[in-house]
């Protein structure tokens, strides 16, 4: 099933892309879209060094130099630039590729390709970071890895989401954001995470006062948003098999980035955020719990809410 949708076109790019030298002048462009500028001075002239495997820009005014994955995503990366462009363009993809199917694509270790992964998932989180849903904003709760269980209490697999869309003119989800939220403070799997703290942190100020929150069950059930969580575990499942709770928020943000970006190339995208996006390192991504972002630290038992935020 590897890259069954897009082998083809896959192949093309690597053709296309199969060496540094292939990628250094649309890395350059996109770094620099209005010119060279120095880092320290932002003087416009520079001198090319030519003598390490990607090149060195010598401010003509200040002497710094630079490189062009310095200030990116790749920056401390031994990993050659021309598979950091393949890893993306197969994060790209509608459905996306697994760190073993990375590893087997490009030609380099499991560990390698966990940590690319998890990079280009950090630079869709930034790239989403600061867009907030407005105009009609709906919001529901939802459950990742339901499970079908006799029972009041929740299955370990089992993690509590909170779902908001900002909706097109035909009603239709155009924007989402999908939030990991604690069990702690729920009585149980049917209990509901406190939307106050989502709609604070997510929904722009002028559309607050009209957010609609509804359950996942019930008459006013919203099914596009209580049902994706089954989409958001249908994918997860048949990529990578499953998400523990620590790193779940990660591909929730990756599900995210690309729904949102559906009606439109994703990679071109992609890439320029990869290299808009600042470096995290290993000890960062396996330290921190990437499912447990401030609305977490402040849930609270919600009172069976009414059909509108007021």
């Known amino acids: 099933m590897l890259f069954s949708l897009d082998r083809e076109n896959f192949i093309k790019f690597q053709l296309k892309y199969a060496r540094e ?32 495997r990607l090149p060195l820009y010598q401010c003509r005014s200040c002497h710094t130099q630079t490189s062009l994955i310095a200030g990116t995503l790749m920056e401390g990366s031994r990993t050659p630039l021309h598979l950091w462009f393949h890893a993306i363009f197969l ?47 709906r919001v529901s709760d939802s459950v990742y890895s339901k499970r079908m269980v006799p029972t009041f209490d929740w299955h370990p697999q089992e993690q509590p989401l909170l779902i908001g869309s900002s909706d097109d003119i035909n009603g239709e989800p155009s924007f989402i954001v999908v939030k990991h939220q604690s069990k702690a403070s729920l009585k149980d799997r049917f209990d509901c995470p406190d939307p106050r703290s989502f709609i604070q942190d997510h929904v722009h ?9 509804t359950r996942r069950y019930g008459p006013n059930m919203n099914k596009k948003l209580a049902w994706m969580g089954y989409e958001i575990t249908r994918w997860i499942g048949m990529i990578y098999r499953g998400i523990g709770p620590k790193h779940l928020q990660a591909y929730l943000n990756q599900f995210c980035y690309s729904y949102n970006r559906s009606k439109s190339p994703i990679y071109p995208q992609l890439l320029a955020d990869c290299i808009a996006s600042r470096r995290i390192t290993y000890p960062a991504l396996t330290r921190k719990s990437l499912s447990s972002p401030r609305s977490l630290q402040r849930v609270r038992t919600w009172p069976r809410p009414s059909a509108a935020i007021r």
Request: proline share 5%; aromatic share 10%.
């Open 205 to 213: 100020p002028d559309s607050i006062e009209t957010t609609v929150f």
């Open 21 to 52: 030298e292939d990628c250094i002048d649309l890395m350059f462009s996109l770094k620099w879209p209005e010119g060279y500028q120095c880092p320290r001075c932002r003087h416009a002239f520079f001198y090319q060094i030519s003598t390490r």
């Open 91 to 137: 994060h790209a993809q509608p459905l996306g590729v697994n760190a073993r199917q990375l590893s087997q694509a490009i030609g380099v270790t499991y560990k390698t390709a966990w940590l690319m992964s998890h990079k280009i998932r950090h630079a869709m989180t930034q790239s989403d970071s600061g867009k907030m849903l407005s105009g009609i904003v």
